[in-house]
């Protein structure tokens, strides 16, 4: 690729970063869009919207930059949680980070990029002259300039290490101080217990009551079985369709309700559709109460049990349950409206193929999303393009389409096929036997990471070389080679990716383009009607993580490969601080609350990108017959490696479970709390199905309304 293809691809997408910017902050200041672009406000009751015209509405401004700029982390923790914080570290420690690697790139790196006279360019036309020049391809194998690069991988190196240690400190403190500041929850007290060994001669309620009182006495309080209640859950959500549809028909005229009853309703006579409904809506509700009344006995061998304090609850988490390690396996129990009930339909056998079912299903869609990605290297060059499609030739001559297809094209094709990978990933992790949204949300992140780094990075660097020879992988020493080969070659088309799928991408996420649609298009069709519930979206951690911790990956490999790419980095990782502090301010309300729990990917993810660097540094040196730099470089890995053992060790396990220090002090705490009683009878309940509620929809407080079961744990 050109600089001038580049340029075009620049050009196009500030255009609709522009454009996207305008629109927005003229349209959000319209009172019918304040359901698009503040609806965590709107269900908070804080939205100040009003009708009245002011002439400033139609004009754009940047307050919204200032409103998202100015709350402090602890306001965001007090109003959206410690992951909403989290997430916007991943920028700040991003931001940290490239603005040291875009001084030292900028500034010292390409000049002697550019310098170099490897490749031979006239230095007279600038705007055709080829990305490569401002690459270390540039440079003269064997050139003393090589050193600096040499110094700059171990400079970068020790200060992403500093950065990554330092935000690790800062999250830890947080994570702590927010598990203090929380009031009592009820996850904190309680357990899931599987595996339940239960006899023929008792329930599997009275087998957990049994056990938990005999072994744990002192601190046991209840328990919930779990039923099955898969077939229940589509029933009731039948039943809420139903019940949402007939308040539309109310609120119709009576002669608009009249339709006949015979065959695609022309035929027949004529009768009232909301009689209709309210009989099917009346048949659904009877059936629902009738699958609850069925599931009395079918338990699950689950069920959460609840202790009287937090020490209790982890006592009885990390200590064996039984001498047989097969029985009473016990977890961390989520959040109560995190949980993910239909999971508990699932016998044993039937988890352990649903994770083999999702391996396979997940090597499937690798190899099947080459096919994009082959057809991606095909528009990067043009010479492929031509012999693919000879009748082009004429029109690929053109130089704004040349620049077009080469610099915007293949990016914004290989982003329309990515955006079908998150929704994907979600389904497979949601069937793997995950019992709550975020270990769902949190494994599709991690699928959906590792597949955007095998597939957009590697088959991109390797597709056409090293791709089809399988010796490369059957023999590890030749890898460092292959990529320092590979690697350096692609960066134009990566320069051009995060152009177009980090701008553009960010940028439109404020627009809002599809809740905006769907708005106009509600009250167009839907006018004179009741609204559905309204529902505040929450922010998709597992498509938007990884897309971050992508371009990281991006940046420390092609820190001292190409660092034109730094700026581009720069501008991204700004833009979608600001917009992302926005829309979780505005937009976005938590769905749950992991304290902190999702860091950790980053902190390997970037230990990944480093290394990787560094194997390519080793590859590359050599290639650039500088064996003593290669063979210098062969300690930063391993120092980076003890560097990532030691954060393993000294910060990791506090995400994973908060000490016995600090559960002993809010326990101590709580025994001064008044409301402790009331939060102990709540905790009886919080862990009950909600499907096993009653229902109420059509009757008004007869014998038939009154629950089914008045306990879940008997």
């Not at 908070?44 to 930059?65: E, K, M, Y």
């Not at 497979?428 to 955007?452: D, H, M, P, R």
């Not at 990917?601 to 540094?617: C, E, G």
């Amino acid at each position: 690729m050109i600089l001038s293809a580049l340029l075009t691809s620049v050009g196009i997408n500030l255009g609709l970063c522009f454009l996207f910017f305008t629109l927005y902050s003229i349209l959000r200041k319209q009172p019918w869009n304040v359901a698009v672009y503040a609806p965590r406000l709107v269900s908070q009751g804080q939205s100040q919207q009003t009708h009245d015209f002011n002439f400033d509405r139609l004009l754009p401004t940047a307050g919204w930059v200032r409103n998202a700029w100015e709350p402090s982390d602890q306001q965001l923790i007090s109003t959206l949680g410690l992951d909403a914080v989290v997430f916007t570290r991943i920028f700040v420690f991003s931001l940290k980070v490239f603005t040291f690697a875009a001084v030292v790139g900028i500034f010292v790196l390409l000049p002697v990029n550019y310098l170099g006279n490897q490749l031979e360019y006239d230095f007279s036309d600038l705007g055709n002259k080829s990305l490569d020049s401002f690459s270390i391809s540039n440079v003269n194998d064997g050139s003393k300039w090589l050193w600096v690069h040499f110094c700059a991988a171990y400079i970068f190196t020790g200060v992403v290490c500093y950065f990554l240690y330092d935000e690790h400190c800062y999250i830890s403190s947080k994570r702590i101080a927010y598990f203090y500041s929380s009031e009592p929850k009820p996850n904190q007290f309680t357990i899931l217990v599987r595996a339940i060994p239960v006899s023929s001669e008792s329930s599997c309620s009275e087998t957990v009551e049994r056990f938990f009182t005999e072994y744990h006495p002192s601190t046991y309080l209840s328990h919930a079985v779990v039923r099955r209640t898969g077939k229940l859950q589509g029933l009731i959500s039948d039943a809420e369709k139903m019940y949402k549809k007939l308040a539309n028909l109310k609120l119709t005229q009576p002669e608009h309700r009249l339709k006949r009853d015979g065959f695609m309703g022309i035929f027949g006579r004529k009768v009232d559709q909301l009689d209709k409904y309210e009989k099917k809506l009346e048949d659904l509700e009877d059936n629902v109460r009738m699958e609850q009344s069925s599931l009395a006995g079918k338990e699950v061998h689950a069920a959460f049990v609840s202790f009287k304090s937090r020490l209790g609850a982890a006592v009885a988490l990390h200590i064996p349950q039984s001498e047989n390690p097969t029985e009473w396996i016990t977890e961390r129990a989520p959040e109560p409206k995190d949980v993910h009930w239909p999971f508990f339909s699932a016998s044993f056998l039937k988890r352990w193929i649903s994770k083999l079912v999702v391996i396979v299903a997940c090597v499937a869609l690798t190899i099947l999303f080459l096919i994009p990605v082959v057809l991606v290297q095909g528009l990067t060059h043009l010479d492929q393009l031509e012999t693919w499609f000879p009748f082009l030739k004429g029109i690929l001559k053109l130089t704004v389409v040349s620049q077009v297809i080469t610099g915007y094209l293949p990016s914004l094709i290989l982003q329309q096929f990515l955006s079908f990978v998150p929704p994907t990933m979600i389904i497979l992790s949601s069937i793997q036997g995950y019992i709550s949204f975020s270990q769902i949300e949190n494994s599709a992140c991690k699928k959906v990471l590792w597949f955007t780094i095998w597939n957009i990075f590697f088959a991109n660097v390797l597709s056409g070389s090293a791709l089809y020879q399988v010796n490369v992988f059957l023999e590890p020493k030749n890898i460092p080679k292959v990529l320092a080969e590979a690697v350096p070659a692609q960066a134009a088309f990566f320069i051009a990716y995060v152009v177009t799928s980090g701008w553009t991408s960010v940028s439109s996420e404020l627009f809002r383009l599809m809740p905006l649609l769907c708005s106009y298009i509600k009250r167009v069709f839907a006018a004179g009607k009741s609204d559905d519930e309204f529902e505040v979206p929450s922010i998709s951690y597992h498509s938007e993580i990884p897309r971050l911790l992508f371009f990281g990956l991006l940046g420390v490999t092609y820190f001292f490969l190409a660092p034109l790419i730094l700026p581009f980095l720069l501008v991204y990782y700004c833009m979608g601080y600001v917009i992302y502090r926005n829309q979780l301010l505005n937009v976005y309300s938590p769905k749950y609350e992991t304290g902190g729990k999702f860091w950790p990917i980053m902190h390997y993810s970037t230990i990944f990108s480093l290394i990787l660097m560094h194997v390519i540094a080793i590859g590359l040196f050599g290639l650039k017959k500088v064996p003593l730099a290669a063979s210098l470089i062969v300690p930063l890995p391993i120092l980076t490696l003890l560097f990532n053992e030691y954060i393993r060790k000294r910060f990791v396990p506090i995400f994973q479970a908060y000490p016995v220090e600090s559960l002993v002090k809010k326990d101590k705490e709580d025994q001064n709390n008044p409301a402790r009683d009331e939060f102990y009878d709540k905790l009886v309940d919080a862990y009950k199905d909600p499907s096993m509620s009653s229902t109420r929809y059509t009757r008004n407080g007869d014998e038939h309304t009154s629950p089914l079961l008045h306990s879940a744990e008997a």
